[in-house]
């Protein structure tokens, strides 16, 4: 009869295996053990194939074993027994045993992806921000604007900047002499400045669609292709419209209006199209830089999709979603994931007052963003009046519903658009931002 105390050694015994620290009886007795278990997998499987003298050996050396084990024979004497009954599984395991090394790759590579699929589907999940409704939170895809020559990276630099952090470097030189314009306006547009919508290839083999921007020198064109959601505005606005200050569009919408009714621009045809084009001031020559700028990913992060099956969604937490059942949204981006922050739950009122958000007619709570923007601190720029939250208005949520709005509040086209997300369509939380390696990688906030 086993005693109290042998669970209690037969544990130790087999921690000491798996560092190495245990004696060769105990190894070759988890090795038998190993052996006993393939030797039930091939009899189960192959009995009804085999000859009868075939299935009386396998059953021998199995039992043979067996009884080697009960007898606890050291482990030169049970190598041997072992031995004999690999050689019969050898010419008894038909597909089982032995396996060829496609087979067990093919095998190692199947489990792998069902245990990842079942993780992603359950409980965690990677996901990439390509937007910037969530700055400076997170990152969407972002550039980074070298003034001068002297200032872009150096080609190693850039190779390390590519590791850490995305970066995929732009370079756009002069086709000739002249004045650099910039065409605003166009169908395709995701902004103000002028693109069109072109097939392209990421990672040089999938194929995807790109935005491609016109800047043009003395009617000469200089072209560059972006990803969709690349905010191409933030790189026009700090090259040449803003004058060192923080990335706006609204300040952007309004810089160039000035130019326009100031009669700071030309008309050219672009892509077969006759359009306005801003002065920007600055001359080149031809060779000479025009631009210059890194397209740096944006941020990527776990999210947790186990949670909220026990607990509900608290206000203030980062908040992502399906936007398959929000009509306006489905219609132009498709069956999508999105990430906002959650402001309110059923039954709250929400209002926006001056720059900060109100939720049952107090000041909101649960994120140090919502003080961070009503105050206007950093890089936080207010929340916006707009659409269902416009001056004066107020939105109360529906049961099963709930109201998510970006921490980039002029720059995001959130609930304020397009109303509620259904409680059904809830994904989950950020959990922790792996890549790229910024100060906001680590736990998502």
């Given amino acids: 009869?086993?005693?109290?105390?042998?669970?209690?050694?037969?544990?130790?015994?087999?921690?000491?295996?798996?560092i190495g620290l245990a004696d060769a009886d105990t190894k070759m007795r988890d090795n038998a053990a190993n052996w006993l278990e393939l030797a039930e997998k091939v009899w189960n499987f192959?009995?009804?194939?085999?000859?009868?003298?075939?299935?009386?050996?396998?059953?021998?050396?199995?039992?043979?074993?067996?009884?080697?084990?009960?007898?606890?024979?050291?482990?030169?004497?049970?190598?041997?027994?072992?031995?004999?009954?690999?050689d019969v599984l050898r010419r008894t395991g038909g597909a089982i045993y032995p396996k060829g090394a496609l087979v067990e790759n093919v095998e190692f590579f199947l489990v792998a992806a069902i245990v990842i699929l079942g993780i992603r589907t359950y409980f965690v999940q990677p996901f990439k921000i390509p937007t910037n409704s969530m700055w400076p939170t997170y990152n969407g895809m972002t550039p980074e604007i070298f003034a001068k020559p002297a200032d872009e990276p150096a080609a190693a630099v850039e190779a390390l900047r590519a590791v850490a952090f995305g970066a995929w470097p732009h370079r756009l030189d002069a086709a000739s002499d002249g004045e650099i314009l910039v065409p605003i306006g166009g169908a395709e547009s995701r902004g103000i400045v002028h693109c069109r919508i072109v097939?392209?290839?990421?990672?040089?083999?999938?194929?995807?669609?790109?935005?491609?921007?016109?800047?043009?020198?003395?009617?000469?064109?200089?072209?560059?292709?972006?990803?969709?959601?690349?905010?191409?505005?933030?790189?026009?606005?700090?090259?040449?419209?803003?004058?060192?200050?923080?990335?706006?569009?609204?300040?952007?919408?309004?810089?160039?209006e000035q130019r326009l009714k100031a009669g700071e621009?030309?008309?050219?045809?672009?892509?077969?199209?006759?359009?306005?084009?801003?002065?920007?001031?600055?001359?080149?020559?031809?060779?000479?830089?025009?631009?210059?700028f890194d397209e740096l990913t944006g941020d990527q992060l776990f999210v947790?999709?186990?949670?909220?099956?026990?607990?509900?969604?608290?206000?203030?937490?980062?908040?992502?979603?399906?936007?398959?059942?929000?009509?306006?949204?489905?219609?132009?981006?498709?069956?999508?994931?999105?990430?906002?922050?959650?402001?309110?739950?059923?039954?709250?009122?929400?209002?926006?007052?001056?720059?900060?958000?109100?939720?049952?007619?107090?000041?909101i709570t649960g994120a140090d963003t919502f003080a961070a923007?009503?105050?206007?601190?950093?890089?936080?720029?207010?929340?916006?009046?707009?659409?269902?939250?416009?001056?004066?208005?107020?939105?109360?949520?529906?049961?099963?519903?709930?109201?998510?709005?970006?921490?980039?509040?002029?720059?995001s086209q959130d609930g304020r658009y397009w109303g509620f997300v259904p409680a059904k369509d809830v994904v989950g939380r950020p959990l922790f931002v792996y890549f790229p390696f910024t100060w906001h990688w680590g736990p998502a906030r």
């Avoid at 992502?320 to 709250?348: A, C, H, M, W």
Wanted: include cysteine; aromatic fraction near 12%.
């Fill in 265 to 292: 621009f030309e008309v050219r045809v672009v892509d077969g199209e006759r359009m306005r084009c801003i002065r920007t001031g600055r001359r080149v020559r031809t060779g000479e830089r025009i631009l210059a």
């Fill in 373 to 411: 923007n009503a105050q206007r601190l950093g890089k936080y720029p207010g929340y916006v009046a707009m659409g269902l939250l416009a001056p004066g208005m107020k939105v109360t949520v529906p049961e099963r519903n709930y109201f998510a709005m970006g921490d980039n509040s002029p720059n």
């Fill in 199 to 256: 097939p392209g290839r990421t990672w040089l083999i999938f194929p995807t669609k790109l935005r491609e921007y016109t800047i043009l020198v003395n009617d000469q064109p200089t072209r560059v292709r972006v990803p969709l959601d690349f905010d191409f505005d933030w790189v026009m606005a700090q090259a040449f419209f803003m004058n060192g200050e923080n990335y706006s569009q609204r300040k952007l919408i309004t810089e160039i």
């Fill in 1 to 18: 009869m086993r005693t109290q105390g042998y669970p209690f050694v037969w544990f130790w015994k087999k921690l000491l295996g798996l």
């Fill in 304 to 363: 947790d999709r186990f949670s909220y099956h026990f607990v509900k969604p608290a206000v203030g937490s980062g908040f992502v979603f399906r936007t398959g059942n929000i009509k306006s949204l489905v219609e132009d981006y498709g069956d999508q994931y999105f990430v906002k922050r959650l402001v309110g739950t059923p039954g709250d009122t929400l209002e926006v007052q001056g720059t900060g958000l109100m939720r049952n007619r107090a000041p």
């Fill in 46 to 86: 192959r009995r009804d194939q085999l000859i009868a003298a075939e299935s009386a050996e396998l059953l021998a050396r199995t039992q043979d074993v067996r009884q080697k084990l009960k007898e606890r024979v050291p482990a030169e004497k049970l190598k041997l027994t072992l031995e004999s009954l690999e």
